[in-house]
């Protein structure tokens, strides 16, 4: 921002002209003039000693001079100004005035007129080679200098998948970002972030902001059949976070647990972090197979599901399959964990409800998400409790990050109860129906004879399953070196793949986007 004013030369850009129309040439000096607000630097971490023989300004130069070889300041990091860096080092301005004309002098940094001092961008580049992910720090035969936990290794890997690693066509859990009512939602954000109430500027409650858990409590109630008050919500960042919470409340290292398979990897990573061992049951058109799962594990600790929407098949569990993984959680005292990630978007029936809702026993902890029903980057998501848990979950939550940012909360507060939410989530509905179809009838008309589609009826992906004699992992490979991101069935299993076939997301192209994708993949499948 411009603006006028008279002022001493710490961080303010003097590029406009003096009172005299030339160019400040002294920037210690005071002048009138145009100026525009530059950010401070950062004070680095230099020690100085003022009983030490060694000169300060010497310890400044020598600090600033390693820090600069150490890359701990960066090529183009500006410096802070020298009155400021004085008045916070609580020395005179001369030391700090000889260090930083030496350091000039010798080229470790360059002065930029009426912008400050910045560590010189002409420095060579002297970055550590970098250790790939997952190599061994060390070469081998040597003993290794650091343990670290074994956890941690169940989801280290090598880097991220191929097809995850760009944005486009077909890439799993894109939502239409570019159509959300951002105007309405940065008015609210304006309100809020105008008038801050001080109540929610402090700690708050380790469940969430209780106007939102009122929200929340009230749509869930409503719109997807869910038996709960405000107080067994707790508000968290994501499903993710919900997983990682119920793991370290009903897990014990060894616990066994239920998966789906295929399934959701966040999950299983999330369970396996907490030290469970995961027992994968099949699934088939009806969801997860029940009586497979009392076969193979009657004794398990929990079972971890998608009724709404199997994720990745894409079948809804079935009525007795409900009734039936009920009927086994209360006589066996197992939990269900029911994460009902997309179900807002079901397009030729109305939502199915929720498991929760059936629940007489409370065995079921629900799992909901604002990520793809608005958007990822949003962070928000909630659990619903049974009663006789809600103390545990807030004391493992505190002793995790205490309680969840109030901000947003606020401000979605305000986009549910004033009917916002409802009608975005109504227009996404038809949008995302719209490309769905595109995408069928496209995989029928390109690709009909290679790929079967299921799983169309609900959320923003389906699976294309492949004929025999293709891999999916070969073709998705291929497909990503096309910048097209088909993430193939396989790597939805925890054991051995029964099937091969390719999971599309298309919450987030448009229709023209979705035609042009498949007929690229025609030409990477042939
Ligand atoms: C099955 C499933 N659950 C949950 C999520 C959402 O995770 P989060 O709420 O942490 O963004 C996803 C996102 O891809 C998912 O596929």
Redesign the pocket.
């Given at each position: 921002m411009i603006d006028r004013v008279s002022f001493t030369s710490d961080n303010l850009d003097l590029k406009a002209v003096s009172g005299n129309g030339q160019s400040p040439c002294n920037s210690h000096d005071h002048y009138d003039v145009a100026v525009k607000r530059v950010p401070p630097g950062i004070f680095p971490a230099i020690p100085v000693d003022r009983r030490s023989e060694r000169p300060l300004y010497r310890q400044l130069y020598d600090g600033y001079r390693e820090a600069i070889l150490d890359r701990r300041l960066r090529p183009g990091q500006r410096l802070p100004s020298t009155r400021a860096l004085a008045t916070e080092l609580r020395i005179s301005r001369l030391p700090v005035l000889q260090a930083f004309d030496q350091l000039l002098a010798e080229g470790y940094c360059e002065s930029r007129v009426g912008a400050g001092t910045f560590v010189s961008s002409s420095l060579p580049d002297q970055r550590p080679t970098p250790v790939a992910r997952g190599a061994p720090a060390e070469p081998p035969g040597r003993p290794r200098r650091r343990t670290v936990s074994r956890r941690s290794s169940l989801v280290l890997r090598a880097g991220p998948d191929p097809w995850l690693a760009g944005r486009g066509a077909f890439r799993?859990?894109q939502a239409a970002v570019d159509l959300f009512p951002f105007r309405i939602w940065s008015g609210l954000v304006a309100r809020h972030g105008r008038d801050p109430r001080v109540a929610l500027l402090h700690y708050g409650s380790a469940m969430g902001h209780r106007p939102f858990r009122e929200a929340v409590a009230a749509y869930l109630r409503t719109a997807r059949a869910v038996r709960c008050e405000a107080d067994q919500i707790m508000v968290v960042s994501?499903?993710?976070q919900a997983l990682d919470l119920t793991a370290r409340v009903l897990l014990d290292p060894g616990s066994r647990v239920w998966v789906e398979e295929p399934g959701?990897g966040?999950?299983r990573d999330a369970l396996a972090m907490a030290g469970a061992r995961l027992v994968p049951v099949p699934v088939d058109d009806e969801g997860l197979d029940v009586a497979a799962g009392i076969a193979l594990c009657p004794r398990a600790r929990a079972a971890y599901v998608?009724p709404s929407h199997q994720?990745p098949l894409g079948a809804t569990l079935s009525a007795s399959r409900r009734l039936q993984l009920l009927d086994w959680a209360e006589r066996s005292g197992a939990f269900l964990i029911e994460?009902d990630?997309d179900s807002e978007y079901r397009y030729d029936s109305p939502p199915v409800a929720a498991l929760q809702g059936l629940d007489r026993a409370s065995r079921v902890i629900y799992i909901g998400?604002f990520?793809?029903v608005l958007y990822?980057a949003l962070r928000l998501?909630y659990l619903v409790i049974p009663e006789d848990l809600v103390d545990r979950f807030a004391a493992v939550r505190d002793a995790l990050d205490i309680f969840p940012p109030t901000f947003h909360q606020s401000v979605l507060t305000d986009f549910l109860t004033e009917g916002h939410f409802t009608r975005h989530v109504r227009r996404m509905r038809l949008l995302y129906r719209e490309r769905r179809e595109a995408l069928v009838n496209a995989l029928g008309k390109e690709l009909g004879d290679t790929l079967t589609v299921r799983g169309g009826e609900a959320g923003m992906h389906l699976v294309a399953t492949l004929a025999e004699g293709h891999r999916d992992r070969q073709i998705s490979l291929r497909a990503a070196r096309k910048r097209l991101w088909a993430m193939p069935l396989s790597s939805c299993y925890l054991g051995e793949p029964t099937l091969q076939g390719l999971v599309l997301g298309y919450g987030g192209t448009d229709v023209a986007g979705i035609r042009d994708g498949v007929r690229r993949l025609r030409a990477v499948i042939r």
């Open positions: 799993m859990s994501g499903s993710q959701y966040g999950a998608t994720y994460d990630y998400t990520s793809k990822p998501g």
